[in-house]
């Protein structure tokens, strides 16, 4: 993937995407207090405006988990931006809800069974805590919006 957009083509990419979020009518569900994950456009403006900040001190990662990936946002951005992504949530609820938002916005999200990026951008369903990586390399390991998770399992991190 990387090397197939450039960063002009990359944020008209983005924009689109941003674009179609607003067309469409999402119905995602998930008890949360933070609700803004259940908006689309603002959780991508959001985590773009992140991933915008730190490009420059990440190197040239080729491969990225997303730990507690949600609705897949943070993986989706990170394949655009040429980087094969898999998100890991282990909410089954989630998953399905994302595999349908992007499906809706025509972008081609996959589960898979494995660690694999050559189906990026692809959702695992798992639990982080329980999963090996013994032949894995990952350049990068995200973890968006996990605040609660760190307080609770400190040992995530």
Same mark, same amino acid.
């Given at each position: 993937?990387?090397?197939? #957009?450039?960063?002009?083509?990359?944020?008209?990419?983005?924009? =689109?995407?941003?674009?179609?979020?607003?067309?469409?009518?999402?119905?995602? #569900?998930?008890?949360?207090?933070?609700?803004?994950? &259940?908006?689309?456009? +603002?959780?991508?403006? *959001?985590?773009?405006?992140?991933?915008?900040?730190?490009?420059? +001190?990440?190197?040239?990662? +080729?491969? /990225?988990?997303? @730990?507690? *990936?949600?609705?897949?946002?943070?993986?989706? &951005?990170?394949?655009?931006?040429?980087?094969? /992504?898999?998100? @890991?949530?282990?909410?089954?609820?989630?998953?399905?809800? /994302?595999?349908? &938002? #992007?499906?809706?916005?025509? @972008?081609?999200?996959?589960?898979?069974?494995?660690? $694999?990026? *050559?189906?990026?951008? /692809?959702?695992? =369903?798992?639990?982080?805590?329980?999963?090996?990586? $013994?032949?894995?390399?990952? $350049?990068? @390991?995200?973890? #968006?919006?996990?605040?609660?998770?760190?307080?609770?399992?400190? =040992?995530?991190?």
């Amino acid at each position: 993937m990387r090397g197939l #957009f450039n960063q002009k083509q990359q944020d008209e990419r983005i924009e =689109e995407l941003l674009e179609k979020t607003v067309k469409i009518k999402t119905n995602l #569900f998930q008890e949360t207090k933070d609700k803004e994950q &259940l908006n689309p456009q +603002k959780r991508l403006v *959001s985590i773009n405006n992140v991933l915008n900040a730190v490009k420059g +001190k990440l190197g040239r990662p +080729k491969t /990225a988990i997303n @730990i507690g *990936s949600g609705f897949a946002y943070e993986t989706v &951005l990170l394949h655009i931006k040429g980087i094969k /992504a898999v998100g @890991i949530e282990k909410v089954h609820l989630k998953n399905i809800q /994302a595999l349908t &938002l #992007f499906h809706r916005l025509e @972008i081609l999200l996959v589960q898979t069974e494995e660690l $694999d990026f *050559s189906k990026s951008p /692809a959702i695992l =369903e798992a639990d982080f805590h329980k999963m090996r990586f $013994d032949k894995q390399k990952v $350049d990068l @390991i995200t973890m #968006f919006y996990l605040s609660k998770e760190l307080i609770m399992n400190p =040992e995530t991190l």
